[in-house]
């Protein structure tokens, strides 16, 4: 079973618009925590935002929030502000619990901003 | 090292020969782990360390893969006898417990 499901292959949004990229994921672990990160076209992973299960308010860094809904399992990604830089793949990942530290990714949201 | 480092940046290899792909971590992470990305695809996991041991060697896609991590640092993952499935970036990240994930720039093998 996919641990961590991107169902949106690709996405365009408008520069200056804000986008929402979602991310569900599966675990029974109480304990495990989300990561976003970004790969542009130069293939770096460039980690954008975590949040930890048990974080009472939704991770915020500049234009980058994390909609965190717990019982619906689901962790997506929001853009505000589209800037053309911001075009690339988006990956969520997720670590469970403690006994692990290994990340596991989804297949990814390629976003592509429109001027 | 301010970063991860991984070598080369390029391989191109002929199918059947064997190939190394060398990681130096961030210096004092703990952790280390080696994923692959194919073309247009996710990161697909292949094994983790912690320290020298790997407690979780589920993701290597079969025994012509290993890998090996010395001194709690530099690791180097080999495949043998390469097959053009193999054919994909090999990523490497560390981290200090499960903190601070770093990736590096990656190894885009080619087997011709």
Redesign the interface.
Known sequence: AQKITQTQPGMFVQEKEAVTLDCTYDTSDPSY?L?WYKQPSS???I?LIYQGSYDQQNATEGRYSLNFQKARKSANLVISASQLGDSAMY?C?M?EG?S?????????TRLLVRP | GAGVSQSPSNKVTEKGKDVELRCDPISGHT?L?W?RQSLG?????LI?F?GNSA??KSGLPSDRFSAERTGGSVSTLTIQRTQQEDSA?Y?C?S?W??VG???G??TRLTVV
Request: charged fraction near 15%.
């Open positions: 925590g990561f293939g770096e992973m980690f990956f990942a670590r403690h692990s530290y290994k990340l596991i990714f989804g297949s990814g | 952790a782990y994923y695809q996710g990161l697909e996991f983790y912690q407690p979780d970036v990523l990240a981290s417990e499960g994930y770093t990736f720039s990656g």
